[in-house]
Antibody, heavy 121, light 107 residues
């Protein structure tokens, strides 16, 4: 079964740090580019970060640039997101999602169940 | 960044109804447009990609159309399991953006 499983969420104080992990199985993880997407309580979906299959290309949303770091370890079939300098506005469910391609079109066809990050004192 | 808008923000309908949700991009994205369905407490699920291509396993009552800046997701005959929130997403830019969502609930 193709799946992604996130972990590492929790309650953290403002200014704190957290490292999220996402492990893929049932597919060749190293072939795929990956995204992190978050969803604040009761809100819509917000793209956070992208990493190419070999980590050559990395992009961040302006809202997290300079505070979050995306990385991956293909040998471990794992994707990571290091969250630093957290603020209450970072409170959200964080999803990892696989980016797939058909012809020249890109979409996220496999999503994890998400891990919850709560930033509060 | 490319801005995405959706209308309506919420929609009440009954089983068997035909419903349409629209999505507009702030610039021409040709047909780099995807639709996702999300149910409470669950991850989003891909419904349509490339504006009109149905993802494998998605019922044929779903259809997508449009190109350029204006897109539509249509459900031809609502089923109980279709009540959910629907998001559009542009993949024209690597910095992807989502629409704010349309919540479809039971009338």
């Amino acid at each position: 079964e193709v799946q992604l499983v996130e972990s590492g969420g929790g309650l953290v104080q403002p200014g704190g740090s957290l490292r999220l992990s996402c492990t893929g199985s049932g597919f060749t993880f190293s072939y795929y580019e990956m995204n992190w997407v978050r969803q604040a309580p009761g809100k819509g979906l917000e793209w956070v970060s992208f990493i190419s299959s070999r980590s050559v290309a990395i992009y961040y949303a302006d809202s997290v640039k300079g505070r979050f770091t995306i990385s991956r370890d293909n040998a471990q079939n794992s994707l990571y997101l290091q969250l630093n300098s957290l603020t209450p506005e970072d409170t959200a469910v964080y999803y990892c999602a696989r980016k797939s391609q058909a012809r020249s079109y890109y979409y996220m066809d496999v999503w994890g169940k998400g891990t919850t990050v709560t930033v509060s004192s | 960044d490319i801005q995405m808008t959706q209308s309506p923000s919420s929609l009440s309908a009954s089983v068997g109804d035909r419903v349409a949700i629209t999505c507009r991009a702030s610039q021409n994205i040709t047909n780099y447009l995807n639709w996702y369905q999300q149910k409470p407490g669950k991850a989003p699920k891909l419904i349509v990609y490339a504006a009109s291509t149905l993802q494998s396993g998605v019922p044929s009552r779903f259809s997508g159309s449009g190109s350029g800046t204006d897109f539509t997701l249509t459900i031809s005959s609502l089923q109980p399991e279709d009540f959910a929130t629907y998001f559009c997403q542009q993949s024209h830019s690597i910095r992807i953006t989502f629409g704010p969502g349309t919540k479809l609930d039971v009338k």
